[in-house]
């Protein structure tokens, strides 16, 4: 059902509801009595015309905000200068006073509320009688002071309520829309660990058994089948994060890596050609899903920075496990830009997530990368 649909809807159900109610006041007012109150002919049918009326206003507001709520206004005016009580013109008027403050900016929804108040006050201080119709309050015409009052309510209140509601649905909104954000960047650095990383890595081995094929067949094998693993596990890595794209349940993804994982990475590398040194001290604290795979993409951004920047030279990765987690990674400095790029960019946000720490850069002849985790988290 769309929204016109069930606006028309919506303002059929309460046009029914006011006719009725309306209908009941006249027999109750009628029949309970003793002397009641002269029926002038025909009043009752226009009554209920005017109801009718203020529920087609009621109908198309949110299309024809303004027009909808002059109509309102107009209703309660014409009940005034025939001094009939109809309760659906004022509810009219309420409903589409808050409905263009929900639609129109704030700048525009005041002298529109203004404007309007301004028509209902006079009109009803001409008219002179009021009394029954609520927008008025049902006060004396006479009342000037007690009818301006009930006219800026009647405008002020729902205009009040409907500009506060377009301000959440505005925040809810922009929030949203940062989730959404959020949500692309992280998707962003885990592709991009993916692809900086494993594929490198593949490009990396498959030069090497390239280069082995005919001088040593059996290195060569050796080699292909590290490109094989390889790339089963980047498939693997894939598929997680689609499972996670379309949020598919938890039993159908592929488990992210974190610290236990390092041994494979560090197997991977070596693979690869790099020249390692690690080092692994205590035992890791409990550490949240985000922050144990912040931990894996770390060390695997900062060895791809590495091997890329600084080919062929040695590299020291070090874990130092307590509290929290420590991890360090140098390298020799060869004259590569090794601070560029968005790999830097994606460790400092993966480490800020946790309420970590990262300092990366030049330390004497060295690159060097140190990041501390705090353990918990998500």
Same mark, same amino acid.
């Given at each position: 059902?769309?929204?016109?649909?069930?606006?028309?809807?919506?303002?059929?159900?309460?046009?029914?509801?006011?006719?009725?109610?309306?209908?009941?006041?006249?027999?109750?007012?009628?029949?309970?009595?003793?002397?009641?109150?002269?029926?002038?002919?025909?009043?009752?049918?226009?009554?209920?015309?005017?109801?009718?009326?203020?529920?087609?206003?009621?109908?198309?507001?949110?299309?024809?905000?303004?027009?909808?709520?002059?109509?309102?206004?107009?209703?309660?005016?014409?009940?005034?200068?025939?001094?009939?009580?109809?309760?659906?013109?004022?509810?009219?008027?309420?409903?589409?006073?808050?409905?263009?403050?929900?639609?129109?900016?704030?700048?525009?929804?005041?002298?529109?509320?203004?404007?309007?108040?301004?028509?209902?006050?006079?009109?009803?201080?001409?008219?002179?009688?009021?009394?029954?119709?609520?927008?008025?309050?049902?006060?004396?015409?006479?009342?000037?002071?007690?009818?301006?009052?009930?006219?800026?309510?009647?405008?002020?209140?729902?205009?009040?309520?409907?500009?506060?509601?377009?301000?959440?649905?505005?925040?809810?909104?922009?929030?949203?829309?940062?989730?959404?954000?959020?949500?692309?960047?992280?998707?962003?650095?885990?592709?991009?660990?993916?692809?900086?990383?494993?594929?490198?890595? !593949?490009?990396?081995?498959?030069?090497?058994?390239?280069?082995?094929?005919?001088?040593?067949?059996?290195?060569?094998?050796?080699?292909?089948?590290? !490109?094989?693993?390889?790339?089963?596990?980047?498939?693997?890595?894939?598929?997680?994060?689609?499972? !996670?794209?379309?949020?598919?349940?938890?039993?159908?993804?592929?488990?992210?890596?974190?610290?236990?994982?390092?041994?494979?990475?560090?197997?991977?590398?070596?693979?690869?050609?790099?020249?390692?040194?690690?080092?692994?001290?205590?035992?890791?604290?409990?550490?949240?899903?985000?922050?144990?795979?912040?931990?894996?993409? !770390?060390?695997?951004?900062?060895?791809?920075?590495?091997?890329?920047?600084?080919?062929?030279?040695?590299?020291?990765?070090?874990?130092?496990?307590?509290?929290?987690?420590?991890?360090?990674?140098?390298?020799?400095?060869?004259?590569?830009?090794?601070?560029?790029?968005?790999?830097?960019?994606?460790?400092?946000?993966?480490?800020?997530?946790?309420?970590?720490?990262?300092?990366?850069?030049?330390?004497?002849?060295?690159?060097?990368?140190?990041?501390?985790?705090?353990?918990?988290?998500?």
């Amino acid at each position: 059902m769309g929204p016109q649909v069930r606006d028309v809807a919506g303002a059929g159900a309460l046009t029914g509801f006011l006719v009725l109610g309306q209908l009941f006041v006249v027999w109750l007012v009628q029949t309970r009595q003793p002397v009641p109150p002269p029926l002038p002919p025909g009043s009752v049918v226009t009554v209920c015309l005017l109801t009718v009326a203020a529920g087609a206003a009621v109908a198309v507001r949110r299309r024809w905000p303004v027009v909808s709520l002059g109509a309102a206004t107009s209703l309660v005016l014409v009940c005034a200068a025939v001094e009939l009580s109809a309760l659906g013109p004022g509810v009219a008027l309420v409903v589409c006073a808050y409905t263009v403050a929900t639609l129109r900016p704030w700048r525009h929804t005041v002298p529109i509320l203004l404007t309007a108040a301004a028509a209902h006050a006079a009109g009803g201080i001409l008219a002179g009688s009021v009394r029954g119709l609520p927008t008025f309050w049902g006060v004396p015409g006479q009342d000037i002071d007690a009818m301006i009052t009930a006219t800026v309510a009647s405008y002020a209140i729902p205009g009040t309520v409907g500009f506060l509601v377009r301000r959440r649905r505005r925040q809810t909104v922009v929030l949203a829309a940062e989730a959404a954000a959020r949500e692309r960047g992280r998707i962003a650095r885990e592709l991009h660990d993916i692809a900086a990383h494993d594929l490198s890595a !593949i490009v990396v081995q498959a030069g090497a058994a390239d280069r082995l094929v005919d001088r040593d067949p059996e290195a060569a094998k050796e080699v292909l089948r590290a !490109i094989r693993g390889q790339g089963r596990g980047t498939l693997e890595a894939l598929r997680a994060l689609v499972g !996670i794209m379309r949020d598919d349940d938890a039993g159908g993804r592929s488990p992210q890596p974190g610290l236990d994982r390092l041994g494979d990475l560090f197997a991977v590398a070596e693979a690869a050609g790099m020249s390692l040194t690690t080092s692994i001290t205590g035992d890791p604290p409990p550490l949240g899903h985000q922050t144990d795979l912040a931990a894996y993409r !770390i060390v695997q951004e900062a060895l791809t920075n590495a091997r890329r920047h600084a080919p062929g030279a040695p590299v020291t990765v070090t874990v130092t496990c307590g509290d929290d987690v420590r991890l360090e990674i140098r390298n020799p400095l060869t004259g590569g830009e090794a601070g560029r790029g968005h790999g830097l960019a994606g460790m400092r946000e993966r480490v800020r997530q946790p309420g970590g720490t990262l300092d990366a850069g030049p330390s004497g002849s060295e690159w060097v990368v140190v990041a501390t985790l705090p353990a918990g988290g998500r």
